[in-house]
């Protein structure tokens, strides 16, 4: 397998179309709905201008972020997502890797093929390595849940990203008209200790302030929270004390016509005020969009798709290629705005769309 | 006839045109002039964004609704529709027992191929059935317009719907350039004892606020007028005692380039300020479609074309999957948007465009 | 020539373009540049939305106008084009019938091939005729203006439409490409006895508020200016005196990217405060955007393209049918709408764009 | 080479296209990134309305403009383009004196395939010629940058344009992947005398706001810089001295998603406040867009990949037709909107979006 030809991140999709099997791309590339909140997620970085600044000294730019008290190489993270077997032999081991040998974030989902420790054991000690987080929800059975965490400090992770926002899998019509199942021979290792939920239990796992406070208690790691697009939501959280708050919609894969993440996010950096980071996705595919998000507020942000497609076209390679041509096109656009750092970036970089 | 494979409502227009004469798919699916409203209908409901909130107990949800005094599982109707044998040989007694089993309010056409007592007989006594009521206009013979708001009350019906809009039938382009004409061996039962216009009856029937009056007056039933877009009028129906307004451009089928429905909602809801219960119809296609008719004031929304071609692609086992395809969409919407019930939604939970 | 299958103003475009030499078409059809004002011209009526009123007594209305002192019986004027032997053999003479036997105004090119007397003979004791005008431009010759006006004005023309927005042809780009030329075998005989401009005349004729002056001054029937977009142009024409403005940007045809009519006319009514009356042209092809336009303020609106098209189409049948269409959609819009009398039509009828 | 049928400045692209390498075409054609500038530029010209004026004494229009201290026929230059001979054998001397010959400005590129000294020998003394201007970058050798400076004022050329929006190339999507490299057998012969960059030169070389005042210290001749985009920057190069802003976003090569210059002019004319002249370039191609500009506060207009398409196309000849229609297009669009010279064209006559 050998480094795509891609020159953007959009060329990683047909690159993948090719390779995979239709029902799993529909799977990863379609959204909910009329898949209105997955092109709006596109839409809304592109509606926002920017207004470049000249002379500045940008012989050398740097895009380093600082992010759960640490600081890292660059603001992009891999999106957790689930199943990546289907897309390489490898799956969550092959996307760690590459993400960890390109300085970016890693999260992996809990639904992935690949163990805790494996990941952990790949990446953790890897140099300029960006943060490592797992994703989870919370089950039916909390002592799974916190030994699920206690499992990611021990391999070496520096954070959890509780989802939020998918309660339900959403209408996903693309996805049920291809008729994707999970693939037979992958197990969701991470998950193989929870036993079934109990035959009462209610069609949709209930998950509340209540249930966050228990993680933030009981939890020895930093907690994110993703899926948050109110700003009440998010001034919730925020005084709650998670870590940060990841803005997203979820890639436009449960409720169609949520707003774009660009849209929320400026609003809920309003409302929070600067006291808990924010991360944001949905949608990223370019460098500018890198920069519009961090000049909108955010810390990091996380891209999933693009890098799924990656590694189906040509494995950690691949992701790793998708990641050097985001930073690469994040650090020309520092140069070409005048941001020496991306501390330098802010609103008054933007004209905002009405 | 069997199920259809439906995924959502938009399929079933494909699947009635394989099935129905080319001239009375145009009929039905077709709308006034440019079709500019039955566009607009559409894509007012898309460009409505949703801001859900997150970690609310939503473990189980509830959409039922309350509407003429009486508590109903959910807030779908099925809309008013003339000519329901054009599409199954049981017309509107399919479509009142397809809706009847799903919980669903249906609305009979005084344009039926099928009697009031017989809607009646088949659905009064149905455990679990939504509301029942019938459409009319009001004619040259005020006796006989009483006389079927009587049969409609013998008959178990629980409400009048007085349709205000459709003075006219408005230029209807593309049913005249299909041809078509109403079905030879179709007979509308209901109207059938109604005499002949006088020979000096004026081209568009008069039905003013004074015969609104008349009809409140003598009507036994609650009567709910439906075509109402302007809010001077909303407020003037209210004050006039009517049970429910509909806010209807008649699905863009009278009046070209009215406002869309889901535009004209929320000034209306302002306009009358709660004192009248609302319920709307026009382009709604999407379980998130009708969780923004109720955020913005409705207590129910009304359904028309997708049923019809629903009753037309898989008679009335495709009207009630088609029913439970918009439920199952609506409580899916709630547990992602946070709602336990459908009073938890209002305006906090949208992002309006300007 | 029998009359044609058009349902709509919309349909002649395509009828006429199988019957016209293929330059012909393109010169009627075209407009200036890009043709983005000829686009926003239709655009910009679609956007307007209309907010019916219910419960009003429609039994009967009435499109009746007043304009010019008189009450014409409604306020479609078949606007000056040129050429119109192009598209049939009487051509003018056949367009003027055809307007005053349906009630419409009719107002003949001064580069018509029709003559002045041959229009007002056959037109001006045609029972319920509307409104008959002759356009002109000011000329190098004022001797030759004045008696334009007086032929007129001897033979039974009500007003004089005084041109002012087209110094210059424009950029027409489309009839450039087609290569049209005037047709041989056509004179323009009203402007047969104008002697060639002198040598040293400029290039584009001046033409200034002391001509209009002049004009107002020696011309003895009604002035109406036409081609006005700018509301200061609009305040200042009122307080010339002229009879009526017509708000226009001659269909698109001179200046690309002026500002659609629709959007002009709300602005200009503003200005000139009801002193004057309003004419609009450009785009108006619906019913409803006859009604709109008389919302925003016009006494009448001028219909061009399609009309040129129905004559090509249908000859002077053609072009009584397309304006019967008109009327009836104008007659059913204000049913619909709640209108008895235009003078009902006002801006809360309306839900303008911003 | 004969002159082509072309009839506006679109047509030259078509026309070009048959004529070049397919790698050269895209390396003139495209655009950064996803070409969103690239299309917005154009898009906003269109957006911007006009209202023109009537009865205004156009007989006669004069597009005259000052700038530079000068009085100069009318304000369109062409931009300063690299690898002219690409497009045709003497590449930029060919463009120089068509553009001469036209009365238009012309800038010639520090990345010519033709020296300073050719090109201001064969212009200088043309009579009726535009400004003539040098563009340039800062390098590591600033006594290189003296001397070229030196070498354009010895030469006859009028002014000097500082490209500052150039700091990196860009990611250009469209000619990365079309494989352009520049020609073999064409030399930057004015660059020819630079050294390479010293080993230890950081990737993007600094260019300051000191090293700008460097510059107009030690420049005899008038400083242009271009490339402003943000209302803040244009303030301080107004107050450093510059001799005039262009405002640009480098034909959207450079920062996709930066704002439309159309849009960022405005903004900088209200910043400025007139001290300092403006230019502007990106996406003019109609005399309708120079008017707008002129109307928002330009006193000139710089025309790029259209005149490289035209010398493709035609050569020299090509390149003088495209200048003479746009000037032919800027007159007839002053005499319609009511303007006998330019400085009466202002923002009254513009409707601008929001």
Same mark, same amino acid.
């Given at each position: 397998?050998?480094?795509?030809?891609?020159?953007?991140?959009?060329?990683?999709?047909?690159?993948?179309?090719?390779?995979?099997?239709?029902?799993?791309?529909?799977?990863?590339?379609?959204?909910?709905?009329?898949?209105?909140?997955?092109?709006?997620?596109?839409?809304?970085?592109?509606?926002?201008?920017?207004?470049?600044?000249?002379?500045?000294?940008?012989?050398?730019?740097?895009?380093?972020?600082?992010?759960?008290?640490?600081?890292?190489?660059?603001?992009?993270?891999?999106?957790?997502?689930?199943?990546?077997?289907?897309?390489?032999?490898?799956?969550?081991?092959?996307?760690?890797?590459?993400?960890?040998?390109?300085?970016?974030?890693?999260?992996? %989902?809990?639904?992935?093929?690949?163990?805790?420790?494996? /990941?952990?054991? #790949?990446?953790?000690?890897?140099?300029?390595?960006?943060?490592?987080?797992?994703?989870?929800?919370?089950?039916?059975?909390?002592?799974?849940?916190?030994? #699920?965490?206690?499992?990611?400090?021990?391999?070496?992770?520096?954070?959890?990203?509780?989802?939020?926002?998918? /309660?339900?899998?959403?209408?996903?019509?693309?996805?049920?008209?291809?008729?994707?199942?999970? =693939?037979?021979?992958?197990?969701?290792?991470?998950?193989?200790?929870?036993?079934?939920? $109990?035959?009462?239990?209610? =069609?949709?796992?209930?998950?509340?302030?209540?249930?966050?406070?228990?993680?933030?208690?009981?939890?020895?790691?930093?907690?994110?929270?993703?899926?948050?697009?109110?700003?009440?939501?998010?001034?919730?959280?925020?005084?709650?004390?998670?870590?940060?708050?990841?803005?997203?919609?979820?890639?436009?894969?449960?409720?169609?016509?949520?707003?774009?993440?660009?849209?929320?996010?400026?609003?809920?950096?309003?409302?929070?005020?600067?006291?808990?980071?924010? #991360?944001?996705?949905?949608?990223?595919?370019?460098?500018?969009?890198?920069?519009?998000?961090?000049?909108?507020?955010?810390?990091?942000?996380?891209?999933?798709?693009?890098?799924?497609?990656?590694?189906?076209?040509?494995? =950690?390679?691949?992701?790793?290629?998708?990641?050097?041509?985001?930073?690469?096109?994040?650090?020309? %656009?520092?140069?070409?705005?005048?941001?020496?750092?991306?501390?330098?970036?802010?609103?008054?970089?933007?004209?905002? $769309?009405?």
């Amino acid at each position: 397998m050998t480094a795509s030809p891609a020159i953007n991140l959009h060329d990683y999709e047909a690159l993948a179309r090719e390779r995979l099997d239709p029902a799993a791309f529909d799977y990863i590339a379609g959204g909910a709905g009329d898949e209105r909140t997955l092109a709006a997620n596109r839409a809304a970085w592109d509606a926002i201008g920017l207004v470049p600044r000249v002379l500045c000294d940008v012989s050398t730019v740097d895009a380093a972020v600082a992010c759960l008290g640490r600081r890292w190489p660059h603001p992009v993270w891999m999106a957790p997502m689930a199943w990546q077997r289907l897309a390489h032999p490898h799956g969550e081991a092959a996307s760690a890797l590459a993400a960890a040998a390109q300085g970016a974030g890693f999260v992996l %989902a809990e639904q992935a093929g690949v163990s805790i420790e494996e /990941v952990g054991a #790949l990446v953790r000690d890897e140099p300029g390595r960006g943060p490592l987080a797992l994703q989870m929800r919370l089950h039916h059975d909390r002592g799974f849940d916190l030994a #699920l965490t206690e499992r990611a400090r021990a391999a070496g992770f520096d954070a959890i990203v509780l989802t939020l926002d998918s /309660v339900s899998n959403g209408a996903r019509d693309r996805e049920r008209r291809a008729g994707f199942v999970p =693939p037979a021979g992958v197990t969701l290792v991470n998950l193989a200790g929870l036993a079934p939920p $109990p035959a009462d239990a209610p =069609p949709h796992p209930a998950m509340t302030w209540r249930d966050l406070d228990w993680l933030l208690g009981a939890c020895k790691l930093p907690v994110l929270v993703k899926g948050v697009l109110h700003p009440a939501d998010a001034k919730q959280a925020a005084q709650a004390g998670v870590a940060a708050i990841v803005v997203s919609n979820h890639g436009g894969r449960t409720l169609d016509t949520s707003i774009a993440s660009a849209r929320a996010l400026p609003r809920i950096a309003d409302a929070v005020g600067g006291t808990t980071p924010l #991360l944001v996705d949905g949608g990223i595919r370019r460098g500018t969009d890198v920069l519009k998000a961090v000049a909108l507020g955010a810390s990091a942000v996380l891209v999933g798709r693009p890098l799924y497609f990656a590694l189906a076209a040509a494995g =950690p390679q691949g992701v790793a290629q998708a990641l050097r041509l985001l930073r690469d096109e994040l650090e020309i %656009a520092m140069v070409l705005a005048g941001c020496q750092t991306l501390s330098q970036a802010s609103r008054d970089l933007l004209e905002l $769309p009405p």
